[in-house]
Antibody, heavy 117, light 107 residues
Framework: EVQLLESGGGLVQPGGSLRLSCAAS????????MSWVRQAPGKGLEWVSA????????YYADSVRGRFTISRDDSRNTLYLQMNSLRAEDTAVYYC??????????WGQGTLVTVSS | EIVMTQSPATLSVSPGERATLSCRAS??????LAWYQQRPGQAPRLLIY???ARATGIPARFSGSGSGTEFTLTISSLQSEDFAVYYC?????????FGQGTKLEIK
């Protein structure tokens, strides 16, 4: 069964950094593009970033471009999201999702990032 | 950026009845439209892709229709587990965007 397990969330001060990880299993990781989607508390969904299967193409929402970096380590079957210059409005549950540009059929359980002083 | 607008924001329906949810795109997205269900505390679950194709394991009571800018998700006979929030999302071009959601509640 496909599994996506996010980690790395937590409390960080404004202007700080955090790196999220998503460990993937039970599918051929190298064959799939991957995405990060977030959801602020009590709010809707926002597609944050995506990366192609090869890692050569990356996509960012305007709200995070220049501050967030998506990457993948195929040797570890792991997706990353490096988040710098964090703001209060980045507070959200961050979901890792399998597939792009097709709509993801598999999602992780999410990891909560709280940006607050 | 394409803006997705869902209506209504909240829909109250009795179990066993039909629910019809709407989604409008600010410009054409062809049939590159997906629907998700999200229950409290859970990740989104893909229901429909390509506007009308059911995802794996999705019951036949869920159906999608539309193309261009107007889309509909219909749940033919509501079960207790169907009361949740539903989101539409386009994937016609980057950035992909979601609607603000329709909360389907028990009447």
């Amino acid at each position: 069964e496909v599994q996506l397990l996010e980690s790395g969330g937590g409390l960080v001060q404004p202007g700080g950094s955090l790196r999220l990880s998503c460990a993937a299993s039970a599918f051929t990781f190298t064959s799939y593009a991957m995405s990060w989607v977030r959801q602020a508390p009590g709010k809707g969904l926002e597609w944050v970033s995506a990366i192609s299967a090869s890692g050569s193409d990356t996509y960012y929402a305007d709200s995070v471009r220049g501050r967030f970096t998506i990457s993948r380590d195929d040797s570890r079957n792991t997706l990353y999201l490096q988040m710098n210059s964090l703001r209060a409005e980045d507070t959200a549950v961050y979901y890792c999702a399998k597939d792009f540009p097709q709509p993801p059929n598999y999602w992780g359980q999410g990891t909560l990032v709280t940006v607050s002083s | 950026e394409i803006v997705m607008t869902q209506s209504p924001a909240t829909l109250s329906v009795s179990p066993g009845e039909r629910a019809t949810l709407s989604c409008r795109a600010s410009q054409s997205v062809s049939n590159n439209l997906a629907w998700y269900q999200q229950r409290p505390g859970q990740a989104p679950r893909l229901l429909i892709y390509s506007a009308s194709a059911r995802a794996t394991g999705i019951p036949a009571r869920f159906s999608g229709s539309g193309s261009g800018t107007e889309f509909t998700l219909t749940i033919s006979s509501l079960q207790s587990e169907d009361f949740a929030v539903y989101y539409c999302q386009h994937y016609n071009n980057w950035p992909y965007t979601f609607g603000q959601g329709t909360k389907l509640e028990i009447k």
